[in-house]
């Protein structure tokens, strides 16, 4: 089974709880942490990474916290993954480390073709739908997260 770790799910949820609900004003991590039910020193460390990665901004002062630092139409979970776990594929076969039995490996073309739909998977989703389908179920009473 391959698994992508809680950090990059909950990457993801932070940046779609940004987006629904304080597009105007930021949120503090311990707003953060109380919405999607993450421990507040968890929460902290994912906002810097996305931080370093230019995904998101903090704001000092009384009324500071954390906002989105780009439109959330114009970021992906593909941003928002590699931001957090690094580079996602399923098998790593690639050109620049080739491994012993690359010349004559008859399976890459699959490995190299999941890879892609994976990606292609994770850059055709945005933080701003996700966070519109969010405010829908929510509207709905739907809304209910597990990890």
């Known amino acids: 089974m391959i698994r992508l770790s809680t950090k990059g799910r909950y990457a993801t949820r932070i940046m779609i709880y940004l987006a629904a609900h304080n597009r105007d004003q930021p949120a503090t991590t311990q707003e953060i942490a109380e919405g999607e039910h993450i421990t507040s020193d968890y929460v902290v460390q994912i906002l810097m990474r996305l931080k ?38 399923l098998v790593a076969c ?13 399976t890459r073309k699959v490995w190299d073709a999941a890879n892609d739909a994976l990606q292609e998977v994770f850059a055709s989703r945005t933080i701003g739908q996700l966070a519109n389908e ?9 809304l209910m997260f597990h990890i």
């Open 134 to 142: 969010r405010l829908q179920l929510a509207a709905a009473g739907a």
């Open 94 to 106: 690639d050109d620049d480390e080739p491994c012993q039995w690359s010349s004559q490996c008859v």
């Open 52 to 89: 370093t990665a230019g995904l998101v901004e903090s704001r000092r002062g009384v009324k500071g916290g954390f906002v989105l630092a780009r439109d959330p139409a114009d970021i992906t979970v593909a941003d928002v993954l590699e931001a957090t776990e690094g580079t996602i594929q």
